[in-house]
């Protein structure tokens, strides 16, 4: 072939790859103009996990009409004008490629209207080329409709994965911006049916609730306030100011995705930064668990390129190790501040391993991430006052004394014996120990015992696989297919038995003994699932979350009522265990909370 200029077509459906890689990608350089445009409402409606459609409306300035055209023309932008302003960008956009890429690969329709205008206009484009245009009644603000992603990039749209996939990484895309814009409401509809929403109010605690849930939420500990932020940069307009919140100790996972960076207001990705929010929790989490951590960074404009990446997500500093130093140093301060060391009795956190993981209140900040019941038991419990002024117990009095006398509960035992008292909210079994009471939630105290079983099964290479009497049958997307096919061999390793049966279809003739109970095809389904979350992981890796996903989805579960012989082999079993304390996720299986707790809480002591 000889060397050619490509058709202006081709090279911007080339172009708008860098920009656009999938649906989130839209979504996330939609937001990020109406932000621009200074919208204080932004409302986010998607299908078919935005291949069909991703609508985002805005209350922002709007774009004059006679602009609209060129706003999706390549290189065109409102926001800068000669390169000096590159070296101070203050907006999100900049680089005028957004709308011009999200054009070329889809069916753009588009309405705006400023403030002056009595109405609005609406445009139409097809693959880039204007298809429409007319006067229409409009509120002010902006509507891009985006339909038919990549309609027009067959090799794009092959590279998509499941809607689930492409869905969760908008939502992924939406919470962050709603983090970093507490100011802004924003409302997510997926389906025609509304999946997140804020209201707008400026309070940040608010969308935490709203993205983490109460319990998380309500666990964060604050890196500084708002307000020291501003004074420190208005001392020092040159400062790096952190803020943002830091999740204790005793919330970890297996990843580092719960960190998230803010630099002035854009979300990015950076591995350097994330690893100073790890380092700062050195020797305050086991190895292998990452923390949490929302991290809102600002600096002077002039100090940070923006222009590194098409998509925006990576930046330059200019004074790097600063920036390290800044946000490992907020993180470790506060973590210091607010959380000394847990106070925790010897047993039951013996292990270094457990060194996170904490009971009851004394701990403070460093307690386990709580339930909304267990939260509502522990409010319960804090109401009571002392209505009596009967002495504590005598130590000796205590049903467990002797078993604590004899040693029992010292090194080599994991937990102490525990007497089973009952269940409550069909999700947790009350026992009592030398120590007091104890929670223990019975899905994650399942789990943990599976786990181990489970495990200790493949190393000995006796995992039991049980025959189906009548094999299920699951039909798949093409893509799970593919995944299924390529990760069979691990797959039967594990006890899962499967066939081709069909196109997408396969024939379940066996299962890992432990799930026999549960539903099989259901079981695959969480597996394939889990599997497709997961970006080609090692081999091993796969295999430790095939077991991880297999023993949640045997586990016995919340809301399963649990017979006195049945709570005590669960019991038994969990004093078995290695590691006893957690589930293999990492959260806690048990609450303790001691006799002498009970006593304070009691107002006797
Ligand atoms: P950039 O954001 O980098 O400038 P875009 O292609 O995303 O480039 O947008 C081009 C221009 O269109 C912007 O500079 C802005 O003037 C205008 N624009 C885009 N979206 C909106 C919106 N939602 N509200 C107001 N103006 C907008
Ligand atoms: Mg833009």
Redesign the pocket.
């Known amino acids: 072939m000889s060397i050619h200029v490509l058709p202006a077509q081709l090279a911007s459906q080339i172009a708008a790859g860098e920009v656009v890689e999938r649906p989130s990608s839209v979504v996330k350089?939609l937001v990020?103009?109406?932000l621009?445009?200074g919208a204080t409402t932004i409302n986010i409606t998607i299908r078919g996990g935005g291949r069909e459609l991703i609508q985002i409306a805005?209350n922002?300035?709007?774009?004059e009409s006679d602009e609209l055209e060129t706003?999706f023309l390549r290189h065109?932008?409102?926001?800068l004008d000669t390169a000096d302003d590159l070296a101070a960008i203050s907006t999100l956009?900049?680089?005028?490629?957004?709308?011009?890429a999200i054009a070329a690969v889809s069916r753009v329709t588009a309405v705006s209207r400023t403030a002056d205008d009595q109405a609005g206009t609406r445009l139409q484009l097809e693959g880039g080329h204007k298809t429409g245009r007319e006067l229409v009644g409009a509120p002010k603000g902006?509507v891009i409709a985006v339909e038919n992603l990549f309609y027009n990039t067959p090799a794009r749209l092959k590279f998509l994965k499941s809607s689930t996939t492409e869905r969760r990484l908008i939502d992924e895309q939406i919470t962050r911006y709603a983090l970093a814009y507490p100011g802004v409401r924003f409302r997510l509809t997926h389906e025609n049916r509304i999946t997140f929403q804020t209201t707008g109010n400026g309070d940040i605690t608010d969308v935490l609730v709203e993205v983490y849930g109460s319990d998380i939420a309500r666990q964060l500990l604050p890196l500084s306030e708002e307000r020291s932020v501003d004074q420190a940069l208005s001392r020092d307009p040159g400062a790096i100011a952190v803020s943002g919140f830091a999740g204790p100790p005793g919330l970890n996972w297996a990843n580092r995705s719960r960190i998230t960076l803010f630099v002035n207001g854009r979300w990015i990705k950076d591995s350097s930064l994330t690893y100073a929010v790890i380092q700062a929790y050195h020797t305050l989490l086991p190895t292998g668990r990452y923390p949490m951590g929302i991290v809102f960074i600002k600096l002077p404009v002039e100090d940070v390129d923006v222009n590194v990446h098409p998509a925006k997500v990576e930046v330059r500093f200019q004074r790097p190790n600063a920036v390290f130093a800044a946000v490992q140093r907020a993180v470790r301060e506060t973590l210091i501040a607010e959380s000394p060391v847990p106070a925790v009795s010897a047993w039951s956190i013996g292990t270094p391993d457990n060194a996170g993981w904490s009971t009851g209140r004394d701990a403070g900040a460093f307690s386990a991430p709580r339930t909304p019941d267990q939260a509502s038991l522990e409010l319960d419990w804090a109401r009571s006052t002392p209505e009596t002024d009967l002495p504590a117990p005598a130590p000796d009095e205590r049903p467990f004394a002797d078993a604590a006398a004899r040693g029992e509960t010292a090194v080599g035992r994991k937990l102490p014996i525990m007497r089973v008292i009952g269940q409550v909210g069909q999700a947790y079994i009350i026992t009592e120990g030398p120590e007091g009471l104890y929670l223990i939630d019975q899905h994650a105290a399942h789990e943990r015992i599976l786990y181990e079983r489970f495990m200790a099964d493949l190393q000995n290479q006796t995992v039991a696989s049980q025959g189906l009497v009548a094999p299920a049958v699951i039909q798949l997307t093409p893509a799970q297919a593919g995944l299924v096919e390529s990760t069979l061999p691990t797959l039967q390793n594990l006890g899962f038995q499967i066939e081709p049966f069909g196109p997408n279809t396969f024939q379940i003739r066996a299962v890992p003994a432990i799930v026999t109970r549960g539903d099989p095809a259901r079981s695959l389904q969480a597996v394939i699932d889990d599997l497709e979350q997961g970006s080609a992981p090692l081999q091993d890796k796969i295999e430790a979350r095939i077991v991880l996903r297999v023993c949640k989805s045997a586990a016995i579960k919340a809301g399963q009522m649990l017979s006195q012989a049945e709570m005590e082999a669960l019991i038994q079993q969990l004093e078995a265990s290695q590691n006893p304390h957690t589930c293999p996720h990492g959260r806690p299986t048990m609450i303790h909370l001691s006799a002498a707790q009970l006593a304070r809480e009691f107002g006797r002591t």
């Open positions: 350089e990020e103009n109406a621009d445009a805005d922002g300035s709007g774009i706003a065109a932008t409102s926001k956009g900049f680089r005028g490629e957004a709308l011009a902006t």
